[in-house]
């Protein structure tokens, strides 16, 4: 009776050992994670302020190209021939005076805009 006692001591100090063990490699493991959540959460905020930044940028250089922007309103349909671009430029040189710039016109492109022809005396929009 009294080797059976000791045999359930052993066998219950081996599983608490054991388990003791277990408790510290999930204790050094839990530790691991938290600094790697650390280290993410970091990198998330530096992630997210770059983004920021270059959603700023982006819309910096739209607004910045759409001041390089143009608009001719009442030039009569079909007068730019098949080069609206050198039609367009032609035309501010002969409006403008030849010092105004000091580098020739760059017509990057010309279009139309997409609006129905008026009809008679009926004012542009």
């Known amino acids: 009776a009294v080797t059976s ?11 608490v ?7 510290q490699k999930l204790q050094v493991l839990g ?11 970091l ?25 390089q922007n143009i608009r001719i309103v009442g030039l009569p349909k079909g007068k730019e021939g098949l080069d609206s671009g050198a039609y367009v430029g032609k035309m501010l040189e002969q409006m403008l005076e030849e010092d105004a710039f000091d580098r020739p016109l760059e ?3 010309a279009h139309r805009a997409f609006m129905r022809k008026p009809q008679g005396r009926e004012p542009l929009r």
């Open 5 to 15: 006692i000791k045999e359930v001591v052993d066998r219950v100090e081996e599983k």
């Open 17 to 23: 050992t054991t388990q003791g063990q277990a408790i």
């Open 31 to 41: 530790a691991e994670q938290e600094e790697q959540s650390i280290a993410m959460a």
């Open 43 to 67: 990198e998330i905020n530096i992630l997210q302020d770059q983004q920021k930044w270059l959603l700023e940028k982006v819309e910096d250089l739209e607004n910045r190209s759409h001041r």
């Open 107 to 109: 017509v990057d492109r």
